[in-house]
């Protein structure tokens, strides 16, 4: 499914700013990942998408018809896994997946046994079907949360920041999970970690302040950077001096060196050396460098 967000404004009604300001974003099939700060505003304009929340200004167009008029059958293909989700605690997967079933519309219990059963496997929680949902693992429970987005076989899946609070192991297996089910989806799937859209996501878009910094492929967006990026290890006082004069994307401390990536025209040091740019420096070079 193809989806446009034209010119999406929102201002809250009790807010100080702009959540979002003049936002165009063109999603195709496969995984789209939108990569900000916290605040950049990825939940307002998922929820926009989601049609959980109107925007103030803008319109969104899914396969070219206009979203708002045709909100149901938009969210009959669409799954949404929000930031925050409590699910029931005292229920099992079954149990609330059956639930979710009943809530969509799916009357007939076999078909509803089937659909449950098959995203039990989906997401890998086969033999945890008796556990009550109150003593799944984080991890666990972002699975749970993509079964119930999945119970309907939506078309779209919007994922907000699923890894967060995630260990290493089950942040893995949920992204690899996100790319088997991305087969004929469009899945909108936001984060603050560059790492998690690395190997994820071909298109992405880079949102800071309600506004977008970059949309595009991401093999462009590095290369905005590539030819620019050096290292430098030296003293508090050249580091020091690249903050000022470079646009720095990342310091690391070794024995106590400040180890200084920065992205400039030239290098600034005859001590730097050339380096390949990450999605990382790409990004925080976006946002206009490392804070302190
Ligand atoms: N209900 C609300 N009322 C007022 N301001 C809000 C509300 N929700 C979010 N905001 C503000 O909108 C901006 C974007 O927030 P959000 O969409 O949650 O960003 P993100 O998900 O990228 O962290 C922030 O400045 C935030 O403080
Ligand atoms: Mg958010």
Redesign the pocket.
Known sequence: MKIEIKNITKI????K?K?LNGVNIEIGQGIFGLI??????????MRIVATIMDATEGEIYFDGKELKANKDEFRSSLGYLP?STKLMPRMNIVEFLDYVCILKGIKDKKERKERITNAIETVGLVGEEKKRLGKYSGGMLRRAGIAQALIGDPKVLII??PTTGLDPEERLYFLNLLSKIAMERTIIF?THITADIEHLCNNICV?EQ?EVKYLGEKSNFIDRVSGKMFEHTGTKEEEEMLRREAVVTSVAYIDGSPCVRYVAEKPFTEKSISVTPTLEDAYIYALGGVKR
């Not at 809250?12 to 807010?15: E, Q, S, V």
């Open positions: 809250y009604p009790r807010g700013k959540a900000g700060r916290n605040g950049a505003g990825k939940t307002t304009l930031q907000d920041e936001s949102l309600g």
